[in-house]
């Protein structure tokens, strides 16, 4: 699939962030995707011609927020797809609740259920992230949605990466803050007995430790 972000011009690179931002999630980079979809997905938009086709003014707001117009019918195809699968096979279907406390909760442990495997940690509180698996230290890319908020918040603990893009500055991209409770609960015969020594399996067995005592 084509990637969601366009790069912009670079004469156009502020005005493009600055329009970004305004769909970013606190929560990170996954939840902000989702942001996209939903604001792609439900127009109104603002058309200057009236009669301007529906194709055309989705491109003009993608574009105007740096975003690929391909992509993002692809994920309503594939999401439509999954939709339809479920009702087949008679899954139960929900409605929406994106933004709930249990939303988050069950994104969050869906993510991490799949990609277990791209896990860092900010080691020193100032964004140099380790990854867990390699052991390499990377940054979070200037795309992130930790970087492009203003004013930028302190670089998360824990995070779960989709991709690690090996760069002058080693970027990890589409990044989403974890707790790493979760890393435990989910996938504790990995990060306990998997995961080569290191001080993140040390903190992690320590959080399994507590998490005993208080049982």
Same mark, same amino acid.
Request: a negative charge; hydrophobic letters at 35%.
């Given at each position: 699939a084509p990637p969601c972000f366009v790069p912009p011009a670079p004469h156009l690179e502020e *005005?493009? *962030?600055a329009r970004r931002r305004a769909l970013l999630?606190?929560?990170?980079?996954?939840?902000?995707?989702i942001n996209v979809f939903n604001a792609f997905q439900q127009p109104p938009r603002p058309r200057a011609e009236p009669a301007l086709p529906a194709d055309n003014a989705d491109e003009g707001w993608c574009r105007k927020h740096g975003l690929s117009g391909e992509a993002l019918r692809l994920a309503g195809i594939v999401r439509a797809e999954l939709?339809?699968?479920m009702q087949r096979i008679e899954l139960p279907v929900s409605p929406p609740a994106f933004g709930t406390d249990s939303n988050l909760l069950n994104l969050q442990r869906a993510l991490i259920s799949g990609y277990f495997l791209k896990v860092a940690?900010?080691?020193d509180g100032s964004g140099n992230y380790v990854m867990l698996t390699h052991?390499?230290?990377a940054h979070l890319s200037p795309g992130c949605c930790y970087r492009l908020r203003r004013p930028p918040p302190?670089?998360?603990?824990?995070?779960?990466?989709h991709e690690f893009t090996i760069s002058q500055d080693n970027c990890l991209r589409v990044?989403?803050?974890i707790q790493p409770q979760m890393l435990v609960e989910l996938a504790p015969q990995y990060y306990l007995s998997n995961l080569p020594p290191s001080?993140?399996?040390d903190l992690l067995a320590q959080l399994r430790r507590e998490e005993e005592e208080e049982e």
């Open positions: *005005a493009v *962030a999630h606190p929560h990170g980079d996954h939840f902000t995707l939709l339809e699968v940690r900010d080691i052991k390499h230290v302190r670089p998360p603990p824990w995070v779960l990466y990044v989403s803050e001080e993140s399996r």
